[in-house]
Nanobody, 124 residues
């Protein structure tokens, strides 16, 4: 599966952005999908993940209540709605997919397929 993230940009603190992760292939619903981010000078970190059919979601503590992950398998797309953005959310955001159960990969970076990143910049 090939993934392409989009939707990044410059936003003021307190604002919102919605990232999209578009996937190729007809079996997108067979993959759990995660969002990760990497800020300058920092390691990549897990942000959120969603199960193959969207019934289960997982979030890093620092985004709970602010970010929402969702998916539309008919459109082969996973979304990350980001609200109440903070300057510390500034990072390159990546999406990733894995054919295994979400319970095996959520919270880890052990996803098999990765897309290119999209830059999110939050100004104070």
């Amino acid at each position: 599966v090939q993934l392409q993230a989009s939707g990044g940009g410059l936003v003021q603190a307190g604002g919102s952005l919605r990232l999209s992760c578009a996937a190729s292939g007809r079996t997108f619903s067979s993959y759990a999908v995660g969002w990760f981010r990497q800020a300058p000078g920092k390691e990549r970190e897990f942000v959120a993940a969603i199960s193959r059919r969207g019934g289960s979601t997982y979030y890093a503590e620092f985004v709970k209540g602010r970010f929402t992950i969702s998916r539309d398998n008919a459109k082969n797309t996973v979304y990350l709605q980001m609200n109440s953005l903070k300057p510390e959310d500034t990072a390159v955001y990546y999406c990733a997919a894995d054919p295994r159960s979400i319970t095996l990969v959520a919270g880890t970076d052990a996803f098999e397929y990765w897309g290119q990143g999209t830059l999110v910049t939050v100004s104070s």
